[in-house]
Each structure stands twice: as structure tokens, then as C-alpha cells.
């Protein structure tokens, strides 16, 4: 840093560029603080479509877009690609891979990353689905599985490659078990004539007796039944014991033969070193107050998927949705500039706008605080609100007119394998690196 | 294999999903032949728009198109991912990485690769782009050392970073230098206001004494003209003599400190093992007859990049663009059911439809036959061209609607980095994987 740099204004450091970061920062335009923006991307992914990315329905830019490019022209803003190793309280900095940088103010929105609850083989073999890279590498591994069946003789040595196991009942595994169901529906007999839509199979398992738990029993009845009527063989109550690359156990006996296993059943936060082991709560959480301040540090604020404000009215925290990201960065830019001017500052308030997750074509639910209802209004519902939330105008066009597409023809998407995506690299997890043709 | 799929008719196999390949394929459909078309990836690429997914103005998808999905319907149509590791003329066979493969017809349209010319430093050093796996590497090369330069203090330590030396003048390097220069004018100050416009330099090297070669002299002294307007330092004459990842050196002794080298001075063809190697002639390209049959091998059929068609008219062959590959596929298909049918077959003529090239907005060069024009209108001719060349009508708008929203933003494109492009990975070059985030 040259010393042109030197803060005037308050230096509000912001980890991490999701929905939570990216409104703190935005909300701080012409406020008298600096902002830095840290992440390890140079870009701000929609999460709630990464499902489409992985089934190659959508590319990944419509999904993505340049922090640089949308704080441009916000003079109180710099972004700078870093990974955070260490938070130190003690005297306000964090050390990064690009140097350690002081803040006067912290705001950790570093999100969650895939729980595989301490089963090193399930981490190992099976596939997550939570940032761009990972859901490219789950495309390029379906579409190869597919071109690997097509040149195997027999259905047994067919079944494995064929095989969709989608753990976790949530919302991402019950949109990716529904586009899977589409792409075996309308599209696996177009593209690979040496396959029948019989050998294709898409399973969704969750240990708890319904799918989309924490939606109303309702919108869980009509998801479960969209999606048998699509073909998902949806297996409720079911615990998994072990996947080994090539059959998947579940706890009874049950066996399924699959190189496609995909884990969505459950999320951590993703916490720096160095905060204080004590404010660490279950999921991986940084405990906060009601004012998003991590406890004991009045100068640290944790948001979004990070963070698990316990309080009285929300004992368990808040669900780990956009929405709640949104509002919590939102109030902490707020919340930012009140103790700056030395004004009072009032308690976060989460407003719950309700839930939607889509299962098909036509096909979606709607939790509208008391108003629920499923099908083609819930799914016109779904599709215009990802369609307004997603950032930039090129984006909204692109997957409306991809969305539009795919509607008409029953065959969207682009379905390339761009690159080779090879199961053994799972052993070294550790960056994801293009490497020449 | 199994036996069902015992070829009643001729089989036909094509190497090379490129221009060639897939014309020969679809020329063929209705036809009584079976069609087996394989190649490395399962997408032809349009290579003329390479550069634009290098430098971020299109994302890859919107220039490759799936080969299953084009040849969807066409009954007498297989394709798979395979890699050609040898022809076995004597016995009518070619190995294969999914095993021997028989045919009655083989057409070898592998297209060509970089030629280093044996520099090895060059070659582990410098950027290729002939693929949409090298193209997207290029672009994350560029925004990663756009990104690094930020966080530089100094100009001397900004240099390399942000000097971009194009070797080979043809229509790619001046394509690129183009684009280059549109993002230096236009998105440097934007994205990131810590760099400034003069900061950045783009050369272009040849060693010839004029830009674009194969042009008129017209074409090529407007294409110079528009370069140098837009900032584009042009070195004619030059050779480079190393390059060792931080500083390229050209004979006489001038050097340029520069991290982005990108080679784009030469190709050579891909042939398979086995060819024999008395048909192999300049630029590793195989000589062929007046019907691209393989010298000597009746059954075998060369075009494209990878075809040397020499003749007493054509004693050089044929230019490496993709309307000759067009050409000589739509040719062989024809030649190969005259075949079938005992009929007469007539020599290949090639019908020279000109070239064009594009250098930035508003400014492109073309030479149709004794009609020659540059600017606007040769601008509009090239984006027309491009735009109904490319395959599949979601592509086409794709393509559209960035150029449009480009033209008017001057700041189209999305410039993410997806995947991390390490220059050390450059040493095992053999293939591009996936690892996961």
C-alpha cells in the first residue's frame, strides 16, 4: 500500500462478496468511511441458481458478475482478491494473502461451505455444489458419466454411470433432483440415442421424514409429489453410512450403484483463524448480539451464513438465506454509520419475505407467510424473483432469454464439457487450477 | 461395440469435429453410409471468435456448439469423445482411447495446433489460443495480472504486468490487439481506477514488413492505420529470439518486460501416429490429390488445416482458413457417395469467398476478390458474416445481444476469473482438468 492510501475516514474491511458483503458495501456509497472488499473471487455468485449451472442449463456468468465491475464509480471503494488467513482482534487487522491490513471496522460475510460432518470418504467421492467451480465440475462430471455410458454394452455397467443420489432434501437437492428428472424426460434420448430413458435413474434422499423441511407441510406434500410424478425416486427417513466412489450405503442395508453422488445435506460457516474459539457456535457459526457484533468484539460484525445471532426471539439463529444476508448487510452499514456519528443504534429485525423453490417446469412452491400455493403461479413467482434479484442487466437477459429458450424447445443448455473433470483430483482439494489443453 | 451395431452400410469415420468434419457429417445425412464422427471434446468450436472469448467480450458456450445436440435426428449419426492415437492404413482401422475402430472411409480432419517452431522456452512460456480451454486460460492470464498490478506500488513493477506482447501479425494477433486495446481505452479506468490507461501497452510483432500477411496491401496498410490510432504499438520486421516468462527478446536486441506473451506466429497440423510419413509435408500437413484423397491411401481422406492439397494449380495448397475446410468437407461427402455409387468424381475447386478482419468497433478490413473496402461498412460485413456462420440460433442471439449491449456500454463482457490459471501448471501440458474449488 503507498501511503496515498492512508485512511482518512474509518476503514470498514469487508470478507466476502455474497449477498450479506456485497449490500454492506454498497449500502457505505458516499458515507464518510473507506471500504475494502476482500474475496477470493473476483466475482459475486447467485447461489440459488447454481443448480442450473451444474445441469448446464445456464452458464455460469449469467450467474456471475465482476465486483469491480459493479461497484464502478463508487468512490470510497477498493476490491483486491485475497484470502483472509487470520483475524487479530487484538489489534484490529487481519493477515491476508496479500499482506496484513488494518480496519477500524470488520465485517466477516465469508458464507458457509458443504458439510460432510467428519466422513472423509463422502468428502472424498462425492460432489458439493456451492460455488461456480464446484457446480462445473459437477456438470462436466454428469456429461461425462453420460458419454461414458453410451459406451458400455450392458445395463449392470450402465447402472453406475447412470445413477443421480442427491443427499439432502433442501431446496438444492430437490431443484437438482428436479432438473436432472428434465434432462432424463425431455433430453437423454435427443442427445444420446444409445441410451434409454428407463436406465436413467434420480434418486433424493434425506434422513428426515419430509422433503424441503423447513417449508409447510403443503408446499413438502406437493414438492414430493411433483417429483415422483417426474420420475425421482425419493427416499425419506434414510440415513447415509458410506460412499466409496462407486455404491453408496445407507444405514439397513440399502445400496445404491452410483458415480454420482451429490451432497447437499448440510452447510458450516467458513470462519478465519483466529477468532475466539468461544464465540463459535454449532454449524460452525460466529455467535453475534442482536446488533451483528460478534460478542465481546465491538468492532467485528459477522452477517449472513456466518453468523448465528442468539438471542431470545431467535434461539436457534436465523435460516441461512439471501434474504437474511441481505437485511443483516443492510443494517450493518446502518448500524456502521450511527456509531460513527455517535447515534443510537437499534436492535436487527429480520422481515421474512417467505420461501419459494421450483421443482420443475411449471412446477414450483410458494410459502408466503400465510398465503401457499404450488404449481404454475408459484413457478411464474419463483422465476420472476430470481430473475429481478440477479445482478446487472446482461445477466436478467441472458437467463431470461435462456430461461425462454429451454421453455419452448424442452432442450436448453449448452451441455460442453469444457474440461475434463477427473474424480481422482479429489485428493488434492486444495484450488481449483485451469491447466492448458 | 456390440454386434447390433455391425455396420450394414459403409462405415464412414470422420476425426474432427471442427468446420471440416462436421460438414462432411451432415452432408452425409440420408445417404446410405453410417456416420462415426469422433473428436477430443464434444463441441465445435468456432474458432474465428476465439479472441473474443480470450478477452472476455463472449463466453465460451457462445461460440461452441454441441455435436450431439447439431446432429440430433440424423439417424445414420454416432459421436463419441475419443482421441486418435493411430491410423492403420494396411488393415483399414484406427486405436483409439475407447478402442479399434474399422472403416471403409476415413476422413482425418484434425485441423492444426500452435507451432513454437521448436522453441521450447517459447512454447512453456507464451499463450497459445486455438482452443476454448487455451482461450479461457488467456483470459484468466490477463485478469489475474491485472489484478496483481493493483496491488504494485511502483511502475517499474507494474510493467510486465500490464505489457501485452502479441507475436504474429495475421488476423488473430491484430483480432486480439484489437480487443486488447478496446480494454485498455475503455474498461482499464473502470474496473480498476487504481491502474492508469498508459500504465498498459500492447505490441504487436511480426517478423514480416506488414500486418495481416495474406491481406492486400490496402487492407493491411488501414489495419496498421487502426492499430496504431488506438495505441497499439506495431513492431514489423522483429524477431523474437527468447522468452523466459518475464522479458522477450527479439533479435538485435531489443526487449520487452512482459508476463503476457501470447503466440499466435504459426500453426502446424495435427496428424495422427501412423501416418506414413512420405505424405507429411510443410507444416506437418498431409499431401493429398486434386480429390483430398491421402497420397496412395484410396479410402483415405485429408481436409482442412490438416490437409496439403498440392497440384500444379495449388502448389502451396490451400490458405488454413475455415471456408476451405467447408469446402473440402462438403466435397468429400460427395466424393465419397459418387464413390459408393461407381459414378465420376470431379477434382476439388476451391471457391475463394475473400477475407475479412476486425480490429475494434467501427473498424474491420475486407478484401472480396477486386472489391475492397475497410471501416463501418467492412465492420457490419464481418459481424454479419460471423453472426450467421455460427451454429444454432441460441448462439447467434447470444452473440447478438453482447455485441449490442457492448456497442453501446463499451463495457460488455464479464471478465470473471473462474478458474485460477497458475503458468507454473504450463510444464505438464498434457491435458486440462478440472480440481475442485
Known amino acids: 500500500m503507498d501511503t496515498k492510501d492512508k485512511a482518512k475516514f474509518p476503514q470498514v474491511v469487508i470478507v466476502g462478496g455474497g449477498f450479506g458483503g456485497l449490500q454492506v458495501a454498497s449500502k457505505l456509497a458516499d458515507k464518510p468511511v473507506d471500504v475494502l472488499l476482500l474475496d477470493r473471487h473476483n466475482y459475486h455468485t447467485f447461489q440459488p441458481l447454481l443448480y442450473q449451472v451444474a445441469t448446464g442449463s445456464l452458464e455460469a456468468e449469467s450467474i456471475a458478475f465482476s465486483i469491480r465491475k459493479n461497484f464502478a464509480g463508487q468512490k470510497n471503494f477498493r476490491f483486491n482478491i485475497a484470502e483472509v488467513t487470520r483475524v487479530n482482534a487484538e489489534k484490529n487487522t487481519i493477515d491476508t494473502s496479500i499482506g496484513e491490513i488494518a480496519y477500524d471496522y470488520l465485517v466477516i460475510a465469508t458464507g458457509s461451505t458443504t458439510n460432510f460432518f467428519g466422513n472423509k470418504d463422502i468428502e472424498k467421492f462425492s460432489m458439493p455444489m456451492k460455488s461456480i467451480p464446484e457446480a462445473l465440475n459437477l456438470r462436466y462430471l454428469i456429461l461425462q458419466n453420460l458419454e461414458d455410458a453410451t459406451l458400455k454394452a450392458t445395463k449392470a455397467e450402465k447402472e453406475p454411470l447412470l445413477s443421480f443420489v442427491l443427499v439432502g432434501a433442501g431446496p438444492t437437492g430437490v431443484e437438482l433432483a428436479g432438473a436432472l428428472a428434465e434432462i432424463r424426460n425431455h433430453i ?26 423447513p417449508f409447510s407441510d403443503e408446499a413438502s406434500k406437493k414438492a414430493y409429489e411433483f417429483l415422483t410424478n417426474m420420475g425421482v425416486e425419493v427416499l425419506l427417513n434414510v440415513k447415509v453410512e458410506s460412499y466409496d466412489g462407486n455404491e453408496i450405503k445407507f444405514e439397513g442395508g440399502k445400496t445404491i450403484r452410483s458415480k454420482n453422488v451429490i451432497w447437499s445435506a448440510g452447510v458450516m460457516g467458513e470462519i478465519p483463524e483466529g477468532v475466539n474459539k468461544e464465540v463459535i457456535v454449532r454449524g460452525n457459526k460466529i455467535k453475534t448480539d442482536d446488533h451483528c457484533r460478534m460478542a465481546g468484539s465491538p468492532a467485528i460484525f459477522a452477517i449472513g451464513d456466518v453468523a448465528a445471532m442468539i438471542t431470545d426471539e431467535t434461539p436457534k439463529g436465523h435460516p441461512g438465506v439471501a434474504q437474511v444476508a441481505i437485511q443483516m448487510g443492510k443494517y450493518v452499514a446502518e448500524t456502521i454509520i450511527q456509531t460513527i456519528n455517535g447515534e443510537a443504534t437499534k436492535p436487527f429485525k429480520y422481515f421474512d419475505k417467505g420461501s419459494l423453490a421450483t421443482i420443475g417446469r411449471n412446477k414450483a412452491v410458494a410459502d408466503l407467510g400465510k398465503v401457499k400455493f404450488q404449481g404454475f403461479f408459484a413457478w411464474m413467482i419463483w422465476m420472476f424473483v430470481h430473475l429481478i434479484s440477479l445482478l446487472g442487466f446482461r445477466n436478467k437477459l441472458h437467463v431470461f432469454i435462456n430461461w425462454i429458450g429451454s421453455y419452448i424447445s424442452f432442450n436448453g443448455g449448452s451441455r460442453l464439457i469444457i474440461r475434463q473433470f477427473k474424480k481422482e483430483t479429489l485428493a488434492s482439494k486444495t484450488e481449483q487450477v485451469a491447466i492448458p489443453d
Open 188 to 213: 437423454l434420448c435427443k442427445d444420446y440415442p444409445e441410451l434409454k430413458k428407463e436406465d436413467m435413474k434420480v434418486y433424493l434422499v434425506d434422513f428426515l421424514p419430509k422433503v424441503l423441511g
